[in-house]
């Protein structure tokens, strides 16, 4: 009778959703909010909006047999290590989630950390069953660049919890680009619009628009059009 709370802690929002251990979901709730630069400022924060979901839901963690936290960034599953979280650089590298999470919920919860990228992954299988006798690749690009390997069902994660971190993989020896991972070249940083921007800008053709006005969709409608440097960019 027991539920897992789910916690998607994103940049924009954090949203909370009861599930079965057969996947049902229920009580889907979220909250807009601006994901806080400062580790601890993050998690008292969090702490506020799960408060404030017990009492809408009429729930305690005595209610609770596990929680799953999916964030940005890659996690060694084992320890429980947030590597780092790439829209969050202030939180620092090789964050110990159990403490953070032990302070909110308590010792007799089950604990999950997930990236994003790879919560995604799942729920694509449990809105296609179908896709469980598949090899499946899902690309998650909402903020940032991930991927989710899926075999027959199974998640592939690796020795370093790194399958489908293909963000941050180097396919450049540039070093005009700086990740928030701390590494040049990765695909993440190269692909960015914050790069195409730049580029655009160097280039000294407005007709595509300037600054925030350069979107992804208007650079690939340009390009479609014959546009020569949207073509190139």
């Known amino acids: 009778k027991r539920k897992i709370l789910s916690i998607s802690l994103w940049p924009q929002s954090i949203t909370f959703a009861l599930c079965g251990l057969v996947g049902d979901i229920s009580e889907l709730t ?107 690749l ?27 971190e293909i963000g941050h993989a180097v396919i450049s020896d540039s070093s005009e680009t700086t990740c928030t991972c701390g590494k040049s070249g990765c695909l993440e940083s190269m692909i960015s619009i914050k790069r195409i921007r730049k580029m655009l800008a160097e280039a000294g053709d407005e007709t595509l628009g300037t600054g925030e006005k350069v979107t992804f969709q208007k650079l690939f409608a340009a390009s479609e059009n014959g546009h020569p440097l949207a073509r190139k960019t």
């Not at 005595?62 to 890659?74: A, K, S």
């Not at 909402?142 to 489908?164: F, K, P, Q, Y």
Request: glycine share 8%; with cysteine; hydrophobic share 40%.
């Open 30 to 136: 979220q909250y807009e909010h601006e994901l806080e630069n400062d580790l601890d400022a993050a998690f008292a924060s969090l702490a506020s909006y799960v408060e404030d979901y017990y009492r809408d839901q009429k729930i305690g963690t005595e209610d609770l047999y596990g929680v799953v936290l999916n964030l940005p960034g890659t996690v060694d599953y084992d320890r429980l290590l947030l590597r780092y979280n790439t829209k969050a650089p202030g939180w620092g590298k090789d964050i110990a989630m159990e403490k953070y999470l032990r302070a909110i919920f308590g010792d007799d919860v089950v604990l999950f950390v997930d990236n994003a990228g790879k919560a995604v992954g799942r729920a694509v299988l449990l809105d296609n069953p179908e896709y469980s006798e598949r090899r499946l």
């Open 138 to 164: 899902t690309v998650f690009s909402t903020w940032g660049i991930s991927a989710c390997m899926i075999e027959r069902g199974h998640v592939l994660n690796g020795r370093d919890s790194l399958i489908g």
